[in-house]
T-cell receptor, first 115, second 113 residues
Framework: GAVVSQHPSRVICKSGTSVKIECRSL??????MFWYRQFPKQSLMLMAT?????????EQGVEKDKFLINHASLTLSTLTVTSAHPEDSSFYIC???????????FGSGTRLTVV | AQSVSQHNHHVILSEAASLELGCNYS??????LFWYVQYPGQHLQLLLK??????LVKGIKGFEAEFIKSKFSFNLRKPSVQWSDTAEYFC???????????FGGGTRVLVKP
Protein backbone atom coordinates (compact mmCIF):
# COMPACT_ATOMS: atom_id res chain seq x y z
CA GLY A 1 0.00 0.00 0.00
CA ALA A 2 0.88 3.66 -0.11
CA VAL A 3 3.56 4.78 2.31
CA VAL A 4 4.46 8.26 3.47
CA SER A 5 7.73 8.79 5.24
CA GLN A 6 8.16 11.75 7.55
CA HIS A 7 11.46 12.87 9.08
CA PRO A 8 12.62 13.55 11.64
CA SER A 9 10.32 11.80 14.08
CA ARG A 10 11.54 13.96 16.94
CA VAL A 11 13.49 17.19 17.05
CA ILE A 12 14.50 19.54 19.80
CA CYS A 13 15.68 22.98 18.84
CA LYS A 14 16.57 26.22 20.52
CA SER A 15 14.25 29.16 20.43
CA GLY A 16 14.95 31.37 17.43
CA THR A 17 16.30 28.64 15.18
CA SER A 18 14.59 27.03 12.19
CA VAL A 19 13.59 23.42 11.76
CA LYS A 20 12.83 21.57 8.54
CA ILE A 21 10.50 18.59 8.41
CA GLU A 22 10.37 16.36 5.35
CA CYS A 23 7.45 14.40 4.00
CA ARG A 24 8.01 11.87 1.24
CA SER A 25 5.59 9.64 -0.63
CA LEU A 26 7.61 6.49 -1.19
CA UNK A 27 5.63 4.54 -3.74
CA UNK A 28 3.27 6.96 -5.38
CA UNK A 29 3.26 10.45 -6.77
CA UNK A 30 1.46 12.78 -4.45
CA UNK A 31 -0.45 15.44 -6.28
CA UNK A 32 -1.23 17.13 -3.03
CA MET A 33 0.26 17.06 0.42
CA PHE A 34 -1.24 18.40 3.60
CA TRP A 35 0.37 19.59 6.81
CA TYR A 36 -1.40 19.24 10.13
CA ARG A 37 -0.65 20.22 13.66
CA GLN A 38 -1.88 18.16 16.58
CA PHE A 39 -1.90 19.53 20.08
CA PRO A 40 -1.91 17.13 23.03
CA LYS A 41 -5.23 15.35 23.41
CA GLN A 42 -6.68 17.32 20.51
CA SER A 43 -7.51 16.63 16.92
CA LEU A 44 -5.52 17.33 13.79
CA MET A 45 -5.75 20.90 12.63
CA LEU A 46 -5.00 21.52 8.98
CA MET A 47 -2.28 24.11 8.53
CA ALA A 48 -1.83 24.17 4.78
CA THR A 49 -2.40 22.38 1.51
CA UNK A 50 0.56 21.95 -0.77
CA UNK A 51 0.38 21.24 -4.48
CA UNK A 52 3.45 20.29 -6.43
CA UNK A 53 5.01 23.23 -8.19
CA UNK A 54 2.74 25.88 -6.74
CA UNK A 55 2.44 27.94 -3.60
CA UNK A 56 0.86 26.36 -0.59
CA UNK A 57 -2.59 27.38 0.53
CA UNK A 58 -2.65 28.22 4.21
CA GLU A 59 -5.59 27.91 6.54
CA GLN A 60 -6.87 30.97 8.30
CA GLY A 61 -4.70 31.92 11.24
CA VAL A 62 -1.60 30.08 10.05
CA GLU A 63 1.38 32.37 9.46
CA LYS A 64 2.80 31.54 6.06
CA ASP A 65 6.05 33.36 6.77
CA LYS A 66 6.56 31.28 9.87
CA PHE A 67 5.60 27.93 8.44
CA LEU A 68 7.30 27.74 5.06
CA ILE A 69 6.11 24.95 2.82
CA ASN A 70 7.88 23.77 -0.28
CA HIS A 71 6.53 21.08 -2.59
CA ALA A 72 9.21 20.89 -5.23
CA SER A 73 8.42 17.41 -6.53
CA LEU A 74 5.57 14.93 -6.62
CA THR A 75 7.20 12.93 -3.85
CA LEU A 76 8.55 15.53 -1.45
CA SER A 77 7.14 18.35 0.58
CA THR A 78 8.94 20.19 3.35
CA LEU A 79 7.69 22.28 6.24
CA THR A 80 10.15 24.72 7.76
CA VAL A 81 9.30 26.26 11.10
CA THR A 82 11.21 29.52 11.10
CA SER A 83 12.36 31.38 14.18
CA ALA A 84 10.81 28.73 16.36
CA HIS A 85 9.35 29.62 19.74
CA PRO A 86 8.25 27.36 22.58
CA GLU A 87 4.61 27.82 21.56
CA ASP A 88 5.47 26.16 18.25
CA SER A 89 6.15 22.95 20.13
CA SER A 90 3.68 20.43 18.82
CA PHE A 91 3.17 17.30 16.82
CA TYR A 92 3.28 17.95 13.08
CA ILE A 93 1.81 15.43 10.65
CA CYS A 94 1.86 15.33 6.89
CA UNK A 95 -0.53 13.55 4.57
CA UNK A 96 -0.24 12.83 0.88
CA UNK A 97 -2.70 11.79 -1.78
CA UNK A 98 -2.82 11.19 -5.50
CA UNK A 99 -6.62 11.54 -5.58
CA UNK A 100 -6.96 8.44 -7.67
CA UNK A 101 -8.21 6.39 -4.81
CA UNK A 102 -8.83 9.16 -2.31
CA UNK A 103 -5.91 7.65 -0.48
CA UNK A 104 -5.00 10.14 2.21
CA UNK A 105 -1.91 8.49 3.58
CA PHE A 106 -0.34 9.89 6.70
CA GLY A 107 3.21 10.19 7.83
CA SER A 108 4.21 9.08 11.30
CA GLY A 109 4.51 12.65 12.55
CA THR A 110 7.25 14.86 13.96
CA ARG A 111 7.39 15.84 17.60
CA LEU A 112 8.90 19.32 17.75
CA THR A 113 10.09 20.69 21.06
CA VAL A 114 11.40 24.23 21.18
CA VAL A 115 13.44 25.07 24.26
CA ALA B 1 -18.00 26.37 8.65
CA GLN B 2 -17.96 22.66 8.34
CA SER B 3 -17.39 20.84 11.60
CA VAL B 4 -17.09 17.29 12.75
CA SER B 5 -18.11 16.27 16.24
CA GLN B 6 -17.12 13.22 18.17
CA HIS B 7 -19.10 13.31 21.34
CA ASN B 8 -17.15 10.72 23.30
CA HIS B 9 -13.71 11.94 24.26
CA HIS B 10 -12.77 8.89 26.28
CA VAL B 11 -14.20 5.42 26.30
CA ILE B 12 -13.12 2.64 28.64
CA LEU B 13 -14.43 -0.86 28.18
CA SER B 14 -13.50 -4.45 28.76
CA GLU B 15 -12.47 -7.00 26.17
CA ALA B 16 -15.38 -8.58 24.30
CA ALA B 17 -17.59 -5.58 24.94
CA SER B 18 -19.23 -3.84 22.03
CA LEU B 19 -18.01 -0.46 20.91
CA GLU B 20 -19.85 2.38 19.26
CA LEU B 21 -18.28 5.77 18.62
CA GLY B 22 -20.40 8.66 17.48
CA CYS B 23 -19.55 11.06 14.68
CA ASN B 24 -21.70 13.90 13.41
CA TYR B 25 -20.89 16.52 10.82
CA SER B 26 -22.45 19.80 9.92
CA UNK B 27 -21.97 20.07 6.17
CA UNK B 28 -25.17 19.77 4.16
CA UNK B 29 -23.78 18.76 0.79
CA UNK B 30 -22.40 15.51 -0.52
CA UNK B 31 -19.58 14.19 1.62
CA UNK B 32 -17.12 11.38 1.81
CA LEU B 33 -16.60 9.99 5.28
CA PHE B 34 -13.66 8.30 6.95
CA TRP B 35 -12.63 6.71 10.20
CA TYR B 36 -8.97 6.64 11.10
CA VAL B 37 -7.22 4.92 13.98
CA GLN B 38 -4.01 6.02 15.67
CA TYR B 39 -2.39 3.36 17.79
CA PRO B 40 0.01 4.58 20.48
CA GLY B 41 3.16 5.90 18.88
CA GLN B 42 2.00 5.18 15.36
CA HIS B 43 0.64 7.13 12.41
CA LEU B 44 -2.98 7.41 11.42
CA GLN B 45 -4.33 4.42 9.56
CA LEU B 46 -7.52 4.21 7.58
CA LEU B 47 -10.14 1.92 9.11
CA LEU B 48 -12.87 2.45 6.58
CA LYS B 49 -14.42 4.98 4.25
CA UNK B 50 -17.75 5.81 2.69
CA UNK B 51 -18.20 7.43 -0.69
CA UNK B 52 -21.54 6.17 -1.96
CA UNK B 53 -23.72 3.09 -2.15
CA UNK B 54 -24.46 0.85 0.80
CA UNK B 55 -24.50 3.08 3.88
CA LEU B 56 -23.18 0.24 6.01
CA VAL B 57 -19.47 0.10 5.42
CA LYS B 58 -17.19 -2.66 6.60
CA GLY B 59 -13.57 -1.91 7.31
CA ILE B 60 -10.50 -3.63 8.60
CA LYS B 61 -10.14 -5.40 11.95
CA GLY B 62 -13.85 -6.08 12.30
CA PHE B 63 -14.95 -2.45 12.32
CA GLU B 64 -17.98 -1.15 10.52
CA ALA B 65 -19.70 2.19 10.24
CA GLU B 66 -23.15 3.30 9.21
CA PHE B 67 -23.86 6.48 7.30
CA ILE B 68 -27.24 7.95 8.21
CA LYS B 69 -27.71 10.91 5.94
CA SER B 70 -30.78 12.26 7.73
CA LYS B 71 -28.82 12.40 10.98
CA PHE B 72 -25.56 13.61 9.45
CA SER B 73 -23.92 10.76 11.29
CA PHE B 74 -21.30 8.14 10.60
CA ASN B 75 -20.96 6.06 13.73
CA LEU B 76 -18.25 3.46 14.13
CA ARG B 77 -18.99 0.06 15.62
CA LYS B 78 -17.26 -3.13 16.60
CA PRO B 79 -19.24 -5.99 18.14
CA SER B 80 -16.43 -7.34 20.31
CA VAL B 81 -13.32 -5.36 21.09
CA GLN B 82 -9.88 -6.65 21.90
CA TRP B 83 -7.13 -5.19 24.04
CA SER B 84 -5.28 -4.35 20.82
CA ASP B 85 -8.07 -1.94 19.85
CA THR B 86 -6.76 0.49 22.43
CA ALA B 87 -6.10 3.58 20.34
CA GLU B 88 -7.42 6.96 19.37
CA TYR B 89 -10.11 7.06 16.74
CA PHE B 90 -10.76 9.98 14.42
CA CYS B 91 -13.72 10.63 12.21
CA UNK B 92 -13.05 12.77 9.14
CA UNK B 93 -15.19 14.37 6.48
CA UNK B 94 -14.31 15.37 2.95
CA UNK B 95 -16.59 17.52 0.88
CA UNK B 96 -17.22 15.73 -2.39
CA UNK B 97 -15.96 18.70 -4.37
CA UNK B 98 -13.07 19.46 -2.06
CA UNK B 99 -9.72 18.04 -1.10
CA UNK B 100 -9.35 18.86 2.58
CA UNK B 101 -10.20 16.45 5.33
CA UNK B 102 -11.83 17.90 8.41
CA PHE B 103 -11.23 15.84 11.51
CA GLY B 104 -13.30 15.35 14.59
CA GLY B 105 -11.75 15.81 18.00
CA GLY B 106 -10.91 12.16 18.39
CA THR B 107 -11.98 9.52 20.88
CA ARG B 108 -9.50 7.72 23.07
CA VAL B 109 -10.50 4.13 23.58
CA LEU B 110 -8.99 2.03 26.32
CA VAL B 111 -9.77 -1.66 26.31
CA LYS B 112 -9.01 -3.36 29.58
CA PRO B 113 -7.84 -6.97 29.35
Amino acid sequence: GAVVSQHPSRVICKSGTSVKIECRSLDFQATTMFWYRQFPKQSLMLMATSNEGSKATYEQGVEKDKFLINHASLTLSTLTVTSAHPEDSSFYICSATDFQNYGYTFGSGTRLTVV
Amino acid sequence: AQSVSQHNHHVILSEAASLELGCNYSYGGTVNLFWYVQYPGQHLQLLLKYFSGDPLVKGIKGFEAEFIKSKFSFNLRKPSVQWSDTAEYFCAVLKAAGNKLTFGGGTRVLVKP
